[in-house]
């Protein structure tokens, strides 16, 4: 497959291109920036590409038979604390990369879109969604060391699915486990609808391994176009 991934340099990312070339796929690297990326991996070829606008987007496409978004503010890989503050400033900005994204996939209408979204949007009890719920909320993020004013970025990436929610475009949204870090690719996982997946201790974790394995699977054999799932141990 031709396989197009947006924040290739991320967390998350950068493990879905050494997944997708592990498995044999032929890989379009995106960045704001790959004037200076030196690469060594064959069926890999680095492009720039801005995520917020369409037309950016729209002159990518051609070629690929889907488009993985890891998209993050600032440079997550790099700088955390900086996406983090740039996530608390803007948190529209999910939504208008959402919109960007669709708008482009006018013109590519049999491309599919995954997005790499968070874990805010699922419901933590019937009905309630965790962006909608403070108490909830501040809950996950204490534990994680963010700090509180993050719950507008949760609430941006949640209105990010709602964005998607409104097209026919052949989307997917993945919202990752509420503990998701560097660690282990075990190939082990559940994956869930709207509710977030718990181990035995009830915690909702994945690591970015596993998350990427996810996603390749999810390109290469389509479950849930037109529809967010969630994975976790």
């Known amino acids: 497959m031709q396989i197009g991934v947006i ?18 796929h032929h890989v379009t690297a995106f960045s704001r920036d790959a004037t200076g990326i030196r690469e060594e991996r064959e069926n890999i070829t680095w492009k720039d590409v801005d995520v917020l606008d369409a037309g950016s987007i729209a002159a990518v496409l051609p070629g690929l038979d889907v488009l993985i978004s890891g998209f993050q503010p600032g440079n997550a ?27 482009a996939l006018e013109s590519h209408p049999r491309t599919r879109l995954i997005v790499v979204g968070g874990a805010g949007s699922l419901e933590v009890e019937p009905g309630l969604v965790m962006a909608d719920s403070d108490e909830h909320l501040f809950a996950t993020l204490d534990p994680l060391g963010l700090p509180r004013e993050y719950a507008a970025a949760v609430r941006g990436a949640r209105d990010a699915l709602d964005v998607l929610r409104t097209s026919n475009r052949l989307w997917t949204y993945l919202s990752p486990a509420m503990d998701i870090a560097p660690g282990e690719r075990t190939g082990r996982f559940r994956i869930g609808g709207d509710q977030p997946v718990l181990d ?34």
């Open 7 to 24: 924040g290739a340099t991320g967390g998350i990312g950068s493990r879905v291109v050494t997944e997708a070339l592990d498995r044999g």
């Open 77 to 103: 890989a790099r700088d955390f604390t900086d996406t983090v503050r740039r996530s608390i400033a803007d948190p529209t900005v999910y939504a208008t990369a959402a919109r960007a994204l669709l708008k």
């Open 200 to 233: 035995a201790d009830g915690r909702s974790r994945i690591s970015m391994e596993d998350a990427a394995v996810a996603l390749v699977d999810e390109a290469e054999l389509p479950r849930f176009v037109q529809r967010r799932f969630t994975i976790g141990y």
